[in-house]
Nanobody, 121 residues
Framework: QVQLVESGGGLVQAGGSLRLSCAAS????????MGWYRRAPGKERELVGE???????NYAESVKGRFTVSRDNAKNAVYLQMDSLSPEDTAVYYC???????????????WGQGTQVTVSS
């Protein structure tokens, strides 16, 4: 019903930047929340940053001041600008959206396939 497609991952040196993009498509009535999670090797998946409709962005403490989440509601898209990257940011990054679908009329969480971000020292 809803697909999230991510792009923009890759390999970057410490101190560099990357920008991730995620676009949602399908039977979308409204997107209530959209953001990014990550899973580093041997660790649990954690919230990186998210935007809830009508509110400001929330960020993990470890990325505040370095990462920025933004949304384009017209495109059903969310972006993650990552600056001052460090090897500790190496992880698979997942797009997440809380979507109210049109048919059926229901709110569910959806996930992208994940994109690898590797930061070399």
């Amino acid at each position: 019903q809803v697909q999230l497609v991510e792009s923009g991952g890759g390999l970057v040196q410490a101190g560099g930047s990357l920008r991730l993009s995620c676009a949602a498509s399908g039977s979308i009535r409204r997107i209530n929340r959209m953001g990014w999670y990550r899973r580093a090797p041997g660790k649990e998946r954690e919230l990186v940053g998210e935007i809830i409709s009508g509110s400001s962005a929330n960020y993990a403490e470890s990325v505040k001041g370095r990462f920025t989440v933004s949304r384009d509601n017209a495109k059903n898209a969310v972006y993650l600008q990552m600056d001052s990257l460090s090897p500790e940011d190496t992880a698979v990054y997942y797009c997440n959206a809380r979507v109210l679908t049109t048919t059926p009329l229901r709110a569910n969480d959806y996930w992208g396939q994940g994109t690898q971000v590797t930061v070399s020292s």
